[in-house]
């Protein structure tokens, strides 16, 4: 990874360009004969907007790279409901209001400060019995050893999936896919393993609140199964399976990005693991800083359901937006110096790594929490941690695998070395 250390420096990693500003229409391809598009470059020399004059179903494309204020436009009056959105789709991610207020409330009832303290107790614990799995090993390759089971397995926890289905939530969204042996693989009509974890989540959790409401306990999936609507009405199964299968794939891989890329950069500076093992108030402004500069949501979407004037350029209705909070996040005019790693970064945590508005991420408080428990237990049992240059080349050359999607920004694979302290 490039160094960050140096302000002025290019405001993007050497593992790929983060975007400024919004895409319209297509998703940009990439410079002819490059693996990166010098966006920061573009934005300079071409003003607002540049024609993508590239073969194939891009020509004549808008890319649109003017700066938008996210939390200004987060306050823009919102274009009249209905049109497009008048049958929803199946996640309450893709919801408007007034459908999505009513889903989103159902969401925020897992989020009590009550439910995240009993889930940090749990973490705590959750931490050490992942690192005792390699720590005696002195090396690990940290996103499938910690980075993927740690923040799956705490969300099965906020859920009240029972402990011992834990090993087979385990197995199925943070290890290799389900086969033939385990006794709760399906299977479809021609014999094969069904390999898609979004079937095993809906039916695993249809029973679980399905019993729920049959036979009630002194448990938090009863809490979740007997929740109501703000109007008092009460949601079908599929309306709490939703936001319970959500909440895995959407917080579970993010988090998981997040803790590796944390991890990344402190194995590349001895310096800074002392900093924060001797300043331990300083490990949650880091994590605010990880957000920042590596947010794990690479891109969103919108539909514009009405004409509108985004950053001073025209959009019709029906154009599809492609949101960039990766960018925003490193905007100078917000972040002095944004390309820098800044640990007493006094204005951190204004990054938008969980949007804004009415679909800002309820998850937030989480991940902060998950970032910084991973971070101190790390910290209290290892010292000398250190990037394996077997697995990514010596120091100044790394070879790093990157998540090959344009949703997700992360790392593949992190392997490192360390000392069991």
Not at 336 to 362: I, K, M, T, Y
Request: net charge neutral.
């Amino acid at each position: 990874m490039e160094s960050t250390g140096r302000c002025g420096a290019v405001a993007a990693r050497a593992s790929g360009d983060l975007l400024l500003g919004i895409v319209a229409q297509r998703l940009i391809p990439r410079a002819e004969g490059s693996g990166r598009l010098p966006v920061f470059e573009i934005v300079k020399s071409n003003g607002r907007t540049r024609e993508c004059v590239e073969k194939g179903e891009h020509e004549g494309k808008t890319l649109v790279l003017h700066p938008v204020d996210p939390l200004k436009n987060a306050r823009r009056k919102r274009p009249p409901r209905g049109g497009a959105h008048a049958v929803p789709p199946e996640k309450p991610v893709s919801f408007d209001p007034p459908k999505h207020t009513a889903h989103r409330a159902l969401l925020n009832g897992l989020f009590t400060p009550k439910r995240l303290k009993e889930n940090e107790e749990f973490m705590w614990h959750l931490a050490d019995r992942l690192i005792d799995e390699f720590i005696a090993d002195g090396r690990c390759e940290f996103a499938s050893a910690y980075g993927q089971p740690f923040p799956l397995l705490v969300i099965a926890d906020l859920l009240g999936v029972p402990e011992e289905h834990h090993a087979m939530f385990r197995k199925l969204l943070a290890g290799n896919r389900p086969a033939v042996d385990p006794e709760w693989a399906q299977h479809d009509a021609d014999g094969t393993v069904n390999m898609n974890p979004l079937s095993y989540l809906d039916k695993w959790f249809t029973a679980y609140i399905t019993d729920r409401r049959a036979s009630p306990k002194e448990d938090i999936l009863t809490e979740m199964a007997t929740q109501s609507f703000p109007d008092g009405s009460r949601p079908e199964v599929v309306d709490l399976v939703r936001i319970a299968t959500f909440l895995f794939i959407a917080g579970h891989e993010t988090t998981a990005r997040l803790l590796s890329s944390s991890l990344c950069v402190l194995a590349e500076d001895p310096d800074l693991q002392d900093t924060l093992r001797r300043n331990r108030e300083r490990i949650p402004n880091f994590v605010e800083e990880m957000l920042r500069l590596e947010s794990p949501i690479k891109s969103d979407f919108r539909l514009t359901r009405v004409a509108t004037t985004l950053g001073g350029v025209d959009l019709p209705a029906g154009t599809t937006m492609m949101l960039l909070p990766g960018a925003a996040n490193r905007d100078p005019a917000h972040f002095d110096c944004p390309a820098e790693l800044r640990v007493g970064r006094s204005n951190a945590r204004q990054n938008v790594a969980f949007a804004r508005g009415v679909h800002s991420c309820p998850g937030g408080p989480l991940a902060r929490i998950e970032g910084r428990v991973t971070i101190g237990r790390i910290l209290d049992r290892m010292s000398h941690v250190q990037i394996s240059e077997a697995h990514h080349g010596p120091a100044g050359a790394r070879r790093f695998d990157h998540v090959p999607l344009y949703i997700l920004r992360g790392l593949d694979a992190l392997h490192l070395e360390f000392t069991a302290a």
